[in-house]
């Protein structure tokens, strides 16, 4: 009884400090780095430690976090996004489900990978993997969001330049995502095998012995 308590405070510390450093980047510098209509994000992060330390629940609550902050800026809250201010204007609950959806999904899923692929391979391994989708799905989500709901704007039409929409996704994000993916893999990768290693990462085995 008093071992799961415990247990439950720590996943509730864990979820405040990451919800915390998620708001931190968010309104400060640290979580975008703005290029062109498009930013580097770091704020995916935060997401994947959740995600690996509490789950898919943690994954989604602190992916939720980053949508909501991210449809924020297209009002000017916490920061501008220059793209996010042109979709607003163009339909503002299509720019909520394009900002807000693709985080909450990445997060959600994020947890289910970890566990998926921490059953296969070691713990820390698994960290690194899910850093490096935190990145990817985030790209993939928010690009697929933006074609689907935007893509016959005039805005998005002028952007596409009547080039094949894949062509036109990988050059678009480009560099952006690279450098996410990179960031992502390594910071997630080593805080994730830290946290493992401090014992704040069940085991599969722990796991269903709990159950």
């Known amino acids: 009884m008093n071992t799961n308590k415990s247990f439950n405070t720590s996943q509730l510390v864990i979820l405040g400090l990451m919800t915390a450093i998620l708001l931190l980047m968010a309104y400060t510098p640290l979580g975008y780095l703005n290029i062109g209509p498009l930013a580097i994000t770091f704020n995916m992060i935060p997401v994947a430690i959740a995600a690996i330390t509490l789950g898919p629940v943690g994954g989604a609550v602190t992916g939720a976090v980053f949508g909501l902050t991210s449809f924020l800026q297209c009002i000017g809250i916490g920061g501008t996004s220059a793209m996010g201010v042109i979709l607003f204007g163009i339909n503002p609950v299509l720019a909520f489900i394009q900002r807000f959806v693709p985080r909450f999904l990445d997060g959600l899923l994020l947890g289910y990978i970890f566990r998926g692929v921490q059953k296969g391979i070691n713990s820390s391994a698994a960290c690194f993997v899910t850093g490096f989708c ?50 992502a893999t390594i910071l997630t990768g080593a805080v994730g095998t830290a946290l493992c290693r401090a014992h704040f990462v069940s085991a599969p085995a722990q796991r269903q012995a709990r159950a």
């Not at 799905?137 to 929409?165: C, D, P, W």
């Open 134 to 183: 935190s990145a990817f799905l985030n790209t993939l989500f928010f690009m697929g969001a933006l074609v689907l709901l935007f893509g016959n704007t005039e805005y998005m039409q002028s952007l596409i330049g009547g080039k094949n929409i894949i062509l036109f996704v990988c050059g678009f994000v480009g560099v952006n995502a690279i450098c996410e993916m990179i960031s």
